[in-house]
């Protein structure tokens, strides 16, 4: 199939016959190209696998990496919400599938760009709240920062990890690790995070 039209409505059904070179993803219908990522960007990205990965071996939960589909809404009617996050964390293996997952992972990590910060911070936030993403991620690599959403009450309730101000040590600060909410047991530290980020 040729490039999708950006005023017609689109579900997982037509995601699925697209077979150019280009990344998509899906929102209320609507198609977005994906840009590839940058240097620093993977960095993190392989920063926080890496990670996550040795906390989770022989452990019930997976994570994955970009591309992955996650049909956020798969099996409903409308089924036109399909996202490639940066990472995921998923410990129902009943929703991994050969061609993604079905269904809201138990954990979504996004790594802003230029061209993505708006889109991860309001349409794919409101999206992983509405389907119930426990623990939504969102690492800026400008700032070195990492926003945490932890669900509770059908609500995000955020904290921010931020590296030591100036003059202000980092043991003083006491925000440069980060606990994983739907990981009992698994924290990151802020430094890791970043390591060799320029």
């Given amino acids: ?7 017609r409505h689109y579900t997982y059904a037509d995601y699925a016959t697209w077979d150019d070179d280009k990344r998509w993803e899906l929102i209320d219908g609507e198609p977005y190209a994906m840009a590839a990522p940058d240097a620093n960007h993977q960095r993190i990205s392989g920063n926080l696998c890496r990670h996550l990965a ?3 071996y022989g452990k019930p939960c997976e994570v994955f990496s970009a591309p992955f589909d996650v049909m956020l ?3 409903d009617v409308d089924d036109s919400d399909v996202v490639q996050p940066d990472i995921v964390v998923i410990c129902d293996r009943s929703k991994i599938i050969k061609k993604g997952c079905n269904g809201a992972p138990d954990m ?8 993505t910060a708006n889109h991860d ?3 794919k936030f409101n999206k992983y709240l509405h389907v119930g993403v426990r623990e939504y991620w969102i690492v800026d690599p400008r700032y ?3 926003q945490v959403f932890i669900l509770e009450n059908g609500r995000y309730f955020a904290t921010v990890y931020a590296p030591a101000t100036e003059g202000e040590n980092e043991e003083e600060s006491g925000n440069d690790t980060i606990p994983v909410h739907v ?3 698994c924290t990151i530290n802020l430094q890791d995070i970043f390591k060799n980020v320029e």
């Fill in 121 to 123: 911070k309001i349409k």
């Fill in 54 to 56: 040795n906390f989770l």
């Fill in 144 to 146: 070195k920062d990492v």
């Fill in 1 to 7: 199939m040729g490039l999708p039209e950006k005023k």
């Fill in 183 to 185: 990981l009992e047991g």
């Fill in 73 to 75: 809404n798969a099996g």
């Fill in 108 to 115: 979504v990590i996004e790594i802003l760009s230029p061209s």
